[in-house]
């Protein structure tokens, strides 16, 4: 029996402006490919028959009620259909403005594009915003359409037209369609047949057009990208592995390869690909979802971006350009804390600063705008809080997109063109500005510390078993305390339930911000301030390092977690009580902070 | 990569997001094809294991081979199972089999309805005992947010609209007009306090595409989809009042494969079988807007 498991299947979505007829050719296209389930045609001929509705091929898609009561696409449908060559889900997707989120939708999750555009009515609107966006998505496998040509009575004139108008402004966006193809579709004029009435059209099919689509395979011989989705441990049902699952977007690993950990830039060696009831593979190819186990084992965080130190390795930046397409309910402002996901990455990012939007539909330019709206498409400069990982569109399209979440909705897409470098971080920024208006108190630090007869110090404990660092913290504020230091702990929950009982959800990034900034007063008042924050990663050491300022910061790391720095220790402590607090009170000393007699 | 290598994938990656951006997930397993391949997914991408419960929603009209397969791939692949259903409903025989209801209704209460107060905790929840192979009362009261379901775009109208991550409102209902964005491989894992989400890792794969992927895998299906002698087999499972088997003789994987590619079920609806479909006008939305799946 002939084994189909290796016939490809390819993604189309179907887009241009509402009532072009989208829907119609998809519905020819089954029909006349004998695609439908059998009765199906029959029965949808007879349901407009009772409801005196004439018969239309868009029917036999628009499934959802609301949209055969109002005539129109309201959310992408798949479709699936298959020719000799291979197979394809075909996406329908909305042409009304107000559903442009669904055709985005469909057209992020296609690798070809149908375009159509009726032939009467001619370049529309969203005809020129759906070339754009898709120009955007990176779709390069597109065909224009132009529907309805029995209405301008097959006239090649007005064909021509329409294909130089449209290819004018397609070659503005660099993309070039494989051709343009005069259809009606309602009666299937060149969508699977040949049209007779065409004479002057020597062209292929709709149908021969997909089919000679030829799919992008070159995602393997890219760097290699895997972006870490999650880590396993399964001890719980007897399983030791330690396993780095994610999906590779790009390139080949393979064992014993050296990669690195991105931001964080960890290194080791690949030790395993691990993956369930199949045999032991060697390497981990671009598309695959498996996992790999390391030589070395350190702390790493979903969101981390595996690579080859061998191979180009991507961008590592908070600032960045971007085009974005915004299509959330309210508009993009600065100022307000945002969150960018790309990748497996999550981050907290401000629009810092809007170049220009772009209007879709005639390729204009307008500057001076103070946000960005609904459906508007943007450059513009972002800012992440810490640093992503990215590579550049023109490098990678995979690794290089991203979606903006404004509260809880995914408001924005985009891509990132470049980095932005020597830019300051918005942290910086914020400290910078903080310093300069902050209110000087007639008693100067110097005052008080040979009041107190210490220097003010910010202490943060972490590693990855809380209860433990809370009680080595608590057991250095009373060690401290006893040799008459001006001394306060300050654990977790403490602050949750007071300075925290804002939070809905726990925002990790906005418990270390108030911490930071906590430090830096508690600090101001030259007492030395203990706290502890579990799995701290070495950009939020970096940002309470920098929100403390001017004040000095010292970190304990009890999990070899953090890079090692003059005011960062690793204490291989296993985490004993007595242990830890000797090896403290040492680097205390050693910094002056207590007296040799006091050990 | 070929086709059914990119559906495993992109199904994996589905899976291991829901898993790690929702703490209270399950997995619906009705025993059919789909949602064992599903849970089989699970099972690759967890390496083996599989870290969420596995929910069944017994309407007592399952056919009976359903419940001993259940119980006997639970038992040995070592799931955390749960089972709930509308006991008030059957008590008081509001059922199409014992004529008080009609079929859509039946669903309605023996599925929609349990399924519902079953996530969410209401209704009692029986846990199976892998040490004795009994089922006790789970005391467990907690909400599931998110659950994983096995719906393919390929089955009926509604369905094809379907997001993989689709958020669903207090009521459990689905307000298509208004569905959120879904670009690339980013999906929204935000939500506000008491939404919860149904994530759809097979919605790209078709009912052909499940077959060889059984056969691919060697996963164990319930022998009801084969055709046991009488010239008769199972093509979609559910209660047996309002599921038939249809006239085929596949007795093999191979042979179900060819039937739906080339022999007689090529562009047969596969459920066509299922008698509550019809009596909605030919679309199950009026169903899945109320949380059937």
């Given at each position: 029996?002939?084994?189909?498991?290796?016939?490809?299947?390819?993604?189309?979505?179907?887009?241009?402006?509402?009532?072009?007829?989208?829907?119609?050719?998809?519905?020819?296209?089954?029909?006349?490919?004998?695609?439908?389930?059998?009765?199906?045609?029959?029965?949808?001929?007879?349901?407009?028959?009772?409801?005196?509705?004439?018969?239309?091929?868009?029917?036999?898609?628009?499934?959802?009620?609301?949209?055969?009561?109002?005539?129109?696409?309201?959310?992408?449908?798949?479709?699936?259909?298959?020719?000799?060559?291979?197979?394809?889900?075909?996406?329908?997707?909305?042409?009304?403005?107000?559903?442009?989120?669904?055709?985005?939708?469909?057209?992020?999750?296609?690798?070809?594009?149908?375009?159509?555009?009726?032939?009467?009515?001619?370049?529309?609107?969203?005809?020129?915003?759906?070339?754009?966006?898709?120009?955007?998505?990176?779709?390069?496998?597109?065909?224009?359409?132009?529907?309805?040509?029995?209405?301008?009575?097959?006239?090649?004139?007005?064909?021509?037209?329409?294909?130089?108008?449209?290819?004018?402004?397609?070659?503005?966006?660099?993309?070039?369609?494989?051709?343009?193809?005069?259809?009606?579709?309602?009666?299937?004029?060149?969508?699977?047949?040949?049209?007779?009435?065409?004479?002057?059209?020597?062209?292929?099919?709709?149908?021969?057009v997909i089919d000679s689509f030829e799919k992008?395979?070159?995602?393997?011989?890219?760097?290699?990208?895997?972006?870490?989705?999650?880590?396993?441990?399964?001890?719980?049902?007897?399983?030791?592995?330690?396993?780095?699952?994610?999906?590779?977007?790009?390139?080949?690993?393979?064992?014993?390869?050296?990669?690195?950990?991105?931001?964080?830039?960890?290194?080791?060696?690949?030790?395993?690909?691990?993956?369930?009831?199949?045999?032991?593979?060697?390497?981990?190819?671009?598309?695959?979802?498996?996992?790999?186990?390391?030589?070395?084992?350190?702390?790493?965080?979903?969101?981390?971006?595996?690579?080859?130190?061998?191979?180009?390795?991507?961008?590592?930046?908070?600032?960045?350009?971007?085009?974005?397409?915004?299509?959330?309910?309210?508009?993009?402002?600065?100022?307000?804390?945002?969150?960018?996901?790309?990748?497996?990455?999550?981050?907290?990012?401000?629009?810092?600063?809007?170049?220009?939007?772009?209007?879709?539909?005639?390729?204009?330019?307008?500057?001076?705008?103070?946000?960005?709206?609904?459906?508007?498409?943007?450059?513009?400069?972002?800012?992440?809080?810490?640093?992503?990982?990215?590579?550049?569109?023109?490098?990678?399209?995979?690794?290089?997109?991203?979606?903006?979440?404004?509260?809880?909705?995914?408001?924005?897409?985009?891509?990132?063109?470049?980095?932005?470098?020597?830019?300051?971080?918005?942290?910086?920024?914020?400290?910078?500005?903080?310093?300069?208006?902050?209110?000087?108190?007639?008693?100067?630090?110097?005052?008080?510390?040979?009041?107190?007869?210490?220097?003010?110090?910010?202490?943060?404990?972490?590693?990855?078993?809380?209860?433990?660092?809370?009680?080595?913290?608590?057991?250095?504020?009373?060690?401290?305390?006893?040799?008459?230091?001006?001394?306060?702990?300050?654990?977790?929950?403490?602050?949750?339930?007071?300075?925290?009982?804002?939070?809905?959800?726990?925002?990790?990034?906005?418990?270390?911000?108030?911490?930071?900034?906590?430090?830096?007063?508690?600090?101001d008042t030259g007492i030395i301030f203990i706290?502890?924050?579990?799995?701290?990663?070495?950009?939020?050491?970096?940002?309470?390092?920098?929100?403390?300022?001017?004040?000095?910061?010292?970190?304990?790391?009890?999990?070899?977690?953090?890079?090692?720095?003059?005011?960062?220790?690793?204490?291989?402590?296993?985490?004993?009580?007595?242990?830890?607090?000797?090896?403290?009170?040492?680097?205390?000393?050693?910094?002056?902070?207590?007296?040799?007699?006091?050990? | 990569?070929?086709?059914?290598?990119?559906?495993?994938?992109?199904?994996?990656?589905?899976?291991?997001?829901?898993?790690?951006?929702?703490?209270?997930?399950?997995?619906?397993?009705?025993?059919?094809?789909?949602?064992?391949?599903?849970?089989?997914?699970?099972?690759?991408?967890?390496?083996?294991?599989?870290?969420?419960?596995?929910?069944?929603?017994?309407?007592?009209?399952?056919?009976?081979?359903?419940?001993?397969?259940?119980?006997?791939?639970?038992?040995?692949?070592?799931?955390?199972?749960?089972?709930?259903?509308?006991?008030?409903?059957?008590?008081?025989?509001?059922?199409?089999?014992?004529?008080?209801?009609?079929?859509?209704?039946?669903?309605?209460?023996?599925?929609?309805?349990?399924?519902?107060?079953?996530?969410?905790?209401?209704?009692?929840?029986?846990?199976?005992?892998?040490?004795?192979?009994?089922?006790?009362?789970?005391?467990?009261?907690?909400?599931?947010?998110?659950?994983?379901?096995?719906?393919?775009?390929?089955?009926?109208?509604?369905?094809?609209?379907?997001?993989?991550?689709?958020?669903?409102?207090?009521?459990?209902?689905?307000?298509?007009?208004?569905?959120?964005?879904?670009?690339?491989?980013?999906?929204?894992?935000?939500?506000?306090?008491?939404?919860?989400?149904?994530?759809?890792?097979?919605?790209?794969?078709?009912?052909?595409?499940?077959w060889e992927y059984i056969k691919k895998e060697?996963?164990?299906?319930?022998?009801?989809?084969?055709?046991?002698?009488?010239?008769?087999?199972?093509?979609?499972?559910?209660?047996?009042?309002?599921?038939?088997?249809?006239?085929?003789?596949?007795?093999?994987?191979?042979?179900?494969?060819?039937?739906?590619?080339?022999?007689?079920?090529?562009?047969?609806?596969?459920?066509?079988?299922?008698?509550?479909?019809?009596?909605?006008?030919?679309?199950?939305?009026?169903?899945?807007?109320?949380?059937?799946?």
């Open positions: 029996m002939e084994n189909e498991n290796n016939k490809d299947r390819l993604n189309i979505v179907v887009v241009g402006h509402v009532d072009h007829g989208k829907s119609t050719i998809i519905g020819r296209l089954l029909v006349d490919t004998n695609s439908l389930p059998k009765g199906k045609l029959e029965s949808v001929k007879k349901f407009c028959e009772k409801n005196s509705r004439p018969f239309e091929y868009a029917f036999l898609l628009d499934a959802l009620k609301d949209e055969q009561s109002q005539g129109i696409t309201i959310d992408i449908a798949r479709i699936f259909f298959k020719t000799n060559k291979r197979e394809y889900i075909i996406i329908d997707a909305p042409g009304h403005i107000e559903f442009l989120k669904n055709m985005v939708t469909g057209a992020s999750h296609a690798e070809a594009a149908v375009l159509v555009i009726d032939a009467n009515e001619g370049i529309q609107e969203n005809s020129k915003r759906h070339g754009y966006l898709l120009s955007m998505i990176g779709i390069k496998n597109i065909v224009v359409v132009i529907n309805k040509i029995d209405i301008i009575n097959y006239d090649e004139g007005r064909f021509k037209f329409l294909k130089e108008e449209y290819n004018n402004f397609l070659s503005k966006l660099n993309i070039l369609p494989y051709s343009y193809i005069p259809v009606c579709a309602r009666d299937g004029d060149n969508i699977v047949f040949k049209s007779e009435k065409m004479k002057w059209y020597n062209g292929q099919t709709l149908l021969e992008e395979i070159v995602d393997e011989k890219k760097p290699f990208r895997m972006p870490v989705q999650d880590i396993y441990k399964f001890t719980a049902h007897d399983d030791d592995r330690r396993i780095i699952a994610g999906t590779v977007e790009s390139g080949v690993a393979r064992i014993d390869d050296e990669v690195i950990f991105l931001p964080s830039g960890k290194k080791t060696q690949i030790k395993t690909i691990e993956s369930f009831n199949e045999t032991q593979q060697s390497q981990i190819i671009a598309g695959m979802s498996k996992g790999i186990t390391l030589k070395t084992q350190f702390y790493i965080k979903r969101g981390e971006v595996v690579c080859k130190t061998s191979e180009e390795l991507p961008c590592v930046a908070h600032t960045f350009k971007v085009n974005l397409f915004w299509m959330g309910r309210f508009p993009m402002i600065y100022g307000k804390k945002y969150k960018i996901k790309i990748n497996t990455n999550r981050e907290i990012v401000y629009l810092d600063k809007i170049l220009h939007i772009i209007n879709a539909s005639d390729l204009t330019t307008e500057e001076n705008k103070t946000q960005i709206e609904r459906y508007d498409v943007a450059q513009c400069v972002l800012k992440t809080l810490k640093p992503i990982v990215f590579d550049l569109y023109i490098k990678n399209q995979k690794t290089s997109r991203f979606v903006i979440v404004d509260e809880y909705d995914i408001s924005g897409g985009g891509i990132i063109l470049e980095p932005i470098k020597d830019e300051k971080s918005i942290v910086d920024k914020h400290v910078e500005q903080r310093e300069f208006i902050w209110e000087k108190s007639i008693i100067s630090p110097q005052m008080r510390a040979s009041r107190f007869g210490q220097s003010p110090k910010f202490i943060v404990l972490t590693g990855t078993f809380s209860e433990k660092i809370d009680e080595i913290a608590k057991n250095l504020e009373k060690d401290l305390f006893d040799i008459g230091k001006n001394v306060y702990y300050l654990g977790s929950p403490k602050l949750l339930s007071g300075l925290e009982s804002d939070f809905t959800t726990f925002d990790r990034e906005e418990h270390i911000r108030r911490i930071g900034e906590l430090a830096r007063i508690l600090t706290t502890t924050i579990v799995d701290l990663d070495d950009f939020e050491s970096e940002l309470l390092r920098s929100l403390n300022k001017p004040n000095e910061i010292i970190i304990f790391d009890l999990e070899n977690i953090l890079k090692a720095k003059d005011d960062i220790f690793i204490l291989n402590t296993n985490y004993d009580v007595d242990t830890t607090l000797y090896k403290i009170k040492n680097i205390l000393l050693n910094k002056n902070i207590i007296m040799e007699y006091y050990i | 990569m070929n086709r059914l290598e990119k559906l495993e994938s992109l199904s994996i990656y589905i899976i291991r997001e829901a898993y790690r951006e929702f703490k209270n997930l399950c997995m619906l397993w009705s025993i059919g094809k789909d949602s064992t391949v599903l849970l089989w997914l699970a099972r690759k991408a967890f390496f083996g294991h599989v870290p969420f419960p596995l929910v069944h929603i017994d309407t007592n009209f399952k056919i009976p081979e359903m419940i001993m397969y259940r119980d006997k791939l639970a038992m040995e692949w070592k799931l955390t199972m749960i089972v709930g259903q509308n006991k008030k409903a059957l008590e008081e025989k509001r059922t199409f089999p014992d004529g008080k209801v009609n079929r859509i209704e039946c669903c309605r209460l023996l599925k929609s309805e349990a399924l519902k107060y079953t996530l969410s905790g209401e209704f009692v929840r029986y846990k199976l005992n892998l040490e004795t192979g009994k089922y006790e009362i789970w005391e467990n009261k907690e909400p599931f947010t998110g659950v994983i379901v096995g719906i393919r775009a390929d089955e009926e109208g509604s369905r094809s609209k379907e997001r993989y991550f689709s958020p669903r409102d207090k009521q459990s209902e689905w307000d298509i007009s208004e569905q959120p964005p879904e670009l690339w491989n980013q999906f929204k894992t935000d939500f506000a306090p008491g939404t919860h989400i149904r994530i759809h890792p097979l919605l790209d794969w078709t009912e052909i595409d499940i060697n996963i164990p299906v319930v022998s009801l989809y084969f055709n046991q002698g009488n010239g008769k087999r199972y093509r979609s499972l559910g209660c047996w009042p309002c599921t038939k088997p249809i006239e085929s003789d596949s007795k093999s994987l191979d042979e179900i494969i060819f039937e739906l590619k080339s022999g007689k079920l090529k562009n047969i609806a596969e459920r066509s079988g299922r008698e509550q479909d019809k009596e909605d006008g030919g679309t199950l939305e009026t169903l899945r807007k109320e949380g059937y799946m």
